[in-house]
């Protein structure tokens, strides 16, 4: 209930409330009253002064007031009064139930929505619990079968650790032995002594004989280890070398290019004091090349055809067009450069790496033989080689990097033993983001590669498998 004033007016009361409601009950209580009347004596009571709908439909109506004194003497007018409060404290209440039950209405919507979401999800995951359990299940089992093969190596383990620390004795005594012998000479059998050693020798030769190969397991580093040349090229030492013979060879560029040089050590190598250098009656193709037992054998450029060169005659040994092989960026690995055949060693022999038509583009794994460059035999694999950043081979298994960029791992290995692939996940660290050649040397037991004009080394963990006595 709001007021207002006019001239000539006592002070008037306007109310608002639903029109069915207010307007009949103002109609029966100032029946006789003329609707129309413009000018009210305030003396005559309350009196309707003027109404009206608004916008929502509902009746606005302005009641003049009697003066003070009638209304305190008139008991109509107090009625009235009370009952036009009571009709505007209803029409309020009313007001604030209709709100309260709209926000209450939304929140109930809201819920309702929620609770039809929560239905929906616990449904789904009705279904998929059996999909689900039945997928964890047949997870453990995989990784069970995986690791029972390991149960026979653990037990061979246990065996080789008691030898092991049986030689260590052994070596200990004898240093004692041979300690004592600087202070009495001619105290012990030197024939005797002398074959105690040797017998020592062998058998832990025979020891190290058993640890040859094993599975890739890490990559760490890398060390780098010189700064030299362009974004793409090969350095290497001979896997076959003695132990004094620690002989650098670095190549340039991945094409347009004859020259080799040659370093007496990695020292030297790292000080750029060269020893000698080779000018090959070939241009050589991509950085794939390999040394190999004293000669170097490389792709000559524009063609696939392999030479086998000779860095002491400095001479062409042999060469031999590798059979249907694509050259030239046909195939190459995903940075392009001319790499479509990659020569590689390790513990078993020489190797090339490539791809056919025949194969669909996929790699290509084929044993050389050293000296005729003859192939020996073929592995044809499903993973295409335009998709493999870098490759090399440890003990007869070719592992795979799936770039040649940031993040690169091994991400596939073949193995050409058993003539079965799985895809691996070994991450090493690409230090300087773009690697070009990437090869395994068996002697050093390390990654040699060509990492953006820097030359880098990278050392890796192998999972042996120990040799029995019943091994062919």
């Given amino acids: ?16 409330a639903p029109a069915n409601v207010l307007h009949l009950l103002l109609l029966s209580l100032l029946a006789g009253l003329d609707p129309s009347k413009t000018q009210i004596s305030p003396k005559e009571g309350w009196q309707v002064y003027s109404s009206a709908q608004d916008p929502d439909g509902r009746c606005i109506c302005t009641v003049v007031a009697p003066e003070q ?32 039950t709209q926000r209450d209405f939304q929140y109930v919507l809201k819920m309702e929505t929620q609770m039809k979401g929560l239905k929906a999800k616990f449904r789904q ?5 059996k999909t689900l359990m039945t997928k964890h299940f047949q997870e453990l089992k995989e990784k069970m079968d995986e690791l029972l093969p390991l149960i026979p190596v653990l037990e061979q383990y246990k065996t080789d650790a008691k ?49 040859t190969c094993g599975k890739l397991m890490k990559i760490t580093g890398p060390i780098t280890v010189k700064i030299s040349g362009t974004r793409f090229g090969a350095w290497m030492t001979d896997p076959l070398a003695s132990e004094k013979n620690n002989r650098v060879w670095y190549m340039d560029s991945y094409t347009n290019n004859k020259i080799v040089r040659e370093y007496k050590s990695i020292a030297d190598f790292v000080s750029g004091a060269e020893s000698r250098t080779y000018n090959l009656p070939f241009k050589w193709a991509g950085t794939n090349h390999v040394v190999y037992n004293g000669s170097l054998y490389f792709n000559k450029y524009q063609s696939n055809i392999i030479i086998k060169y000779s860095f002491d005659t400095g001479r062409v040994l042999a060469q031999r067009s590798l059979e249907y092989a694509g050259f030239h960026n046909v195939y190459p690995y995903t940075w392009g450069g001319f790499s479509d055949i990659d020569l590689m060693a390790d513990e078993i022999g020489l190797w090339a790496v490539y791809a056919t038509n025949q194969n669909a583009g996929n790699i290509v794994i084929s044993q050389l033989n050293q000296d005729t460059l003859e192939v020996l035999k073929s592995w044809s694999t499903g993973y295409p080689k335009r998709s493999a950043g870098e490759s090399f081979m440890i003990c007869g298994t070719l592992y795979v990097t799936n770039s040649h960029l940031t993040g690169a791992k091994v991400y596939y290995s073949y193995s050409t033993k058993t003539s079965t692939y799985e895809y691996t996940d070994i991450p090493f660290h690409n230090q300087y983001f773009h690697i070009s050649m990437l090869d395994y040397n068996a002697r050093d037991r390390a990654l040699y590669a060509w990492n953006n004009g820097h030359q880098v080394l990278f050392n890796v963990t192998l999972f042996h498998v120990i040799k029995t006595e019943d091994d062919t």
Wanted: with cysteine; glycine share 4%; aromatic share 2%.
């Fill in 163 to 211: 030898l092991i620390i049986q030689f260590k004795e052994e070596i200990r005594n004898l240093s004692t032995v041979l300690t004592g012998i600087q202070e009495e000479i001619g105290a012990y059998d030197y024939e005797e002594l002398h074959q105690r050693v040797l017998s020592l020798e062998t058998r832990l030769r025979d020891c190290m004989k058993k640890l």
């Fill in 125 to 129: 995951i009705e279904d998929d619990r």
């Fill in 1 to 16: 209930m709001t007021g207002r004033s006019s001239a000539g007016r006592q002070p008037g009361i306007t109310m608002r």
């Fill in 69 to 100: 004194n009638l209304c305190s003497r008139d008991a109509k007018s107090r009625q009235l009064r009370q009952l036009l409060e009571k009709v505007q404290n209803m029409s309020q209440s009313i007001e604030v139930l209709n709100l309260r």
